[in-house]
């Protein structure tokens, strides 16, 4: 199955304030504020819900199109997609902005003050998913993530007027869509994604109950965090999927990405929907081991062993021979 994944590209700079913000904060003077923090640490991460969903996919051994917009500044990014397997070749570079970026500095109690930059993003409008299939020719599935919200729906019709099956994955975008935007994204949608919280986000602002979104997509996807996955379909009970369970989590930024990337690549090997689930849970347990969205490493063994775990030899037995290539 050829994927391609549509959305934010982008670098992530996290910073590390030993100390607490709101020592520094006078309540009489909050009118005119001008602080400044000595962070103690940075890390510069590799990061944007697409790149990381197509990072994920690389791991498995697919060859996803990379569909984006990003600054003169995204060739060492590139080169590290390729390295991966991905196919970056219909990415957008901007003559004008840096690639987007998210500034964000954390304190002692983990409180956090964050800028994001869309920069090059805000071209993703411009981007034309017809020049995509003509040049990698038929796509069997388009995710449209979170990105520019011009491009996310421009993207989404192209995929109806080309009858392309695609999956709505609004998420972090949904404060920011208007009601019809809203129900362009979803109507015909073949997968929705989203967590508990955005579940309820994408009621309140599209105006449909759950019932009536059933009407309009394939299979609705909720990730539950550490409880798991709800699949619902029209016509069909509810399915519950639990999570793996991951003892001292390193870092939980980037997993419903994973998530994502598991999922697809288990429909891409035609497996059913609830087995595609339960590797989507699999790589994210994964990723909870790393500091990071795109510095996981997927080994066979330890994935095999999770599943096995989990969710019984046979479940495990189905994705043994999608595996045979990782280390």
Request: some cysteine.
């Amino acid at each position: 199955m050829r994927t391609a994944v549509t959305g934010s590209i982008a670098t992530d700079h996290l910073l590390t304030f030993p100390g607490v913000f709101t020592d520094q904060l006078l309540a009489e003077r909050l009118e005119r504020v001008s602080l400044s923090f000595l962070a103690d640490r940075l890390e510069v991460r590799r990061g944007g819900v697409a790149a990381n969903i197509c990072y994920g996919l690389g791991l498995l051994g697919l060859r996803p199109v990379l569909v984006g917009a990003a600054g003169g500044d995204f060739e060492p990014y590139r080169l590290h997609l390729k390295e991966h397997g991905i196919d970056t070749d219909s990415v957008h570079i901007s003559e004008s902005r840096h690639t987007a970026r998210f500034v964000c500095t954390t304190d002692r109690v983990q409180n956090q003050i964050a800028t994001f930059y869309a920069g090059a993003m805000a071209e993703a409008r411009t981007i034309d998913l017809r020049r995509v299939v003509a040049r990698v020719g038929r796509l069997d599935l388009v995710v449209v993530s979170p990105d520019d919200p011009e491009a996310m729906i421009r993207h989404t019709d192209a995929c109806r007027a080309l009858n392309i099956p695609f999956a709505a994955d609004p998420s972090q975008q949904l404060a920011r869509l208007e009601r019809k935007e809203v129900r362009r994204l979803l109507e015909g949608a073949r997968w929705l994604f989203g967590n508990e919280y955005e579940a309820a986000l994408l009621q309140e602002r599209s105006g449909w109950n759950t019932s009536q979104i059933l009407d309009r997509v394939g299979c609705w996807v909720t990730t539950l965090g550490d409880s798991g996955v709800r699949l619902r379909q029209k016509g069909r009970p509810d399915t519950g999927i639990p999570a793996v369970p991951v003892e001292g989590v390193v870092d939980p930024t980037g997993v419903g990405d994973a998530f994502r990337a598991g999922f697809v690549a288990a429909l891409s090997w035609n497996l059913p929907r609830e087995v595609a689930a339960q590797f989507g849970c699999t790589v994210a347990a994964t990723v909870l081991d790393y500091i990071g969205t795109q510095e996981y490493r997927l080994y066979r063994e330890p994935l095999l062993s999770r599943m096995r775990t989990s969710y019984g030899v046979p479940a495990a037995a189905r994705v043994v021979p999608h595996l045979r290539e990782l280390p």
